[in-house]
């Protein structure tokens, strides 16, 4: 969604069809069309694995409501759709990476969006187990509820509850198309002006060979940045999208940067995703049921699968790995949670999180295990400063880019949301958004953005 064939052709198209098709079925009808189409131009064999993904859910969604199979038929769902996302994310890693065997060479590449659409299937099979009113009997309507091209790419997770009583009503008005077009350029400011900027400095760091604690530090953060504003960006750009078409999208980031615990940091950064392994894995482990010291282990299995989700790497288990430490240790009291996010403690506690987010999303970037741990120590232990460092420092930290930093620390607060609620800020919020995506266009014209990173998970 952040490239010039789609705002100049793709979107504008979809928007015009979409407001000239009769009633809601219509409607619905030219949505799928262009989500299949939209899915179409990343890989034809895809589309051909997503279709059968989808037929194979909604088949065994008509099962459950068998008593005879029910359980058999959500136990299948649940083996196939984690084998099928095991198979093009994990095989080569498992073969290659932890039994040294030769990797697969199937010639397939993982279908676009995989993580996302499987994780949603097996939230429609849980969903519909529990309770069979949300069986989708219409094959076209689940399939939409997957494919739905502003989500399918990078989410975020909705459930088939939030999304199929939309399909039958939902308000079709010039304001929410104003409205959603504004979240969208915003979004896509995020994400070609800010992220898109400090991409340089958080690959140029990480391509060096050698650093000292500055540069790490620099490239440290510049990456948090990078990836808070290109995520959430994007789902400003989803949430603007289904705007337009009357669709309600649930928030997916609540300012996860002034958190002041690591448990209060996922409550506010990709929330679908957290939502999803609370629902679905957390709780069905037992929860916070059997004592603290099993919800700190039920947390730490969360997290390491939660790595292990984001991509077959090491790199992304020990990020799983650190976070899900960090949530044993609060949730046995270790580290006093509770108190870190009230009243005197919430200075402490906001650094406290803030380092162990950073350091965790080092290792989240880094090529290879040892890069990762060589950044973390150049970061603690650095402070032999160099004459080649500080060009390098002074190459990477220019005018744009620390204006960009600057950006996106004020936006990583709630100040501008604040702001919004002053009587002049709604007519200047157009005026800003129509500003906002001229400069993304003459980006994104010039070549001079960097790619979604949450697209290869």
Known sequence: MDNIFFLSCFLPLVLAVYALAPGMKGKN??????????????????????????????????????????????????????????????????????????????????????????????????????????????????????????????????????????LESRELSWQNLAQGLRRF?????????????????????????????????????????????????????VIGIGTCFGFKTRENFNFPYTATSVGDFWRRWHMSLSAWFKDYLYIPLGGNRKGKLRAGINKSIVFLLCGLWHGAAWTFVLWGIWHGLFSLLESMGVIPAKRLEVGKGRIPGHIYTLLVVCVGFVMFRAGTVAQGFEMIGAMFTGFRFTAAGTVALGRLLNA??????????????????????????????????????????????????????????
């Open 400 to 457: 744009e880019t620390l204006l960009a930093t600057a950006a996106g620390v004020l936006l990583s607060m709630p100040l501008p949301r604040k702001l919004m609620k002053m009587r002049l800020a709604e007519p200047l919020s157009y005026l800003g958004a129509l500003l906002v995506l001229v400069l993304c266009i003459i980006k994104m014209a010039a070549g001079d953005f960097a790619p979604s990173i949450y697209a290869q998970f």
């Open 185 to 237: 350029a915003a979004g896509l400011g995020k994400k070609i002006i800010i992220a898109g900027t400090l991409a340089s400095v958080a690959d140029g760091v990480f391509a060096l060979e050698a650093m000292d604690a500055r540069l790490a530090w620099a490239g440290a953060i510049a990456y948090c940045l990078q990836l808070y504003f290109d995520f959430s960006g994007y789902i400003d750009m």
């Open 29 to 166: 009808a030219v949505l799928l069309v262009f989500s299949l189409l939209f899915y179409s131009f990343g890989s034809l064999p895809a589309l051909g694995l997503l279709l059968g993904a989808a037929l194979v859910n909604y088949l065994l969604g008509l099962l459950l409501q068998r008593k005879c199979c029910k359980k058999a038929a959500l136990l299948v769902g649940l083996v196939g759709n984690l084998s099928f996302l095991g198979f093009f994310k994990y095989a080569d890693f498992v073969l290659s990476g932890i039994l040294g065997l030769p990797a697969l060479q199937t010639g397939i590449a993982a279908p676009l969006g995989i993580s996302f659409f499987c994780f949603k299937c097996i939230s429609y099979l849980a969903d519909a187990y529990r309770d069979e009113t949300r069986i989708s009997h219409s094959f076209w309507e689940l399939l939409l509820y997957i494919s739905f091209f502003p989500q399918i790419t990078m989410g975020p997770i909705t459930r088939y509850g939030e999304f199929e009583p939309q």
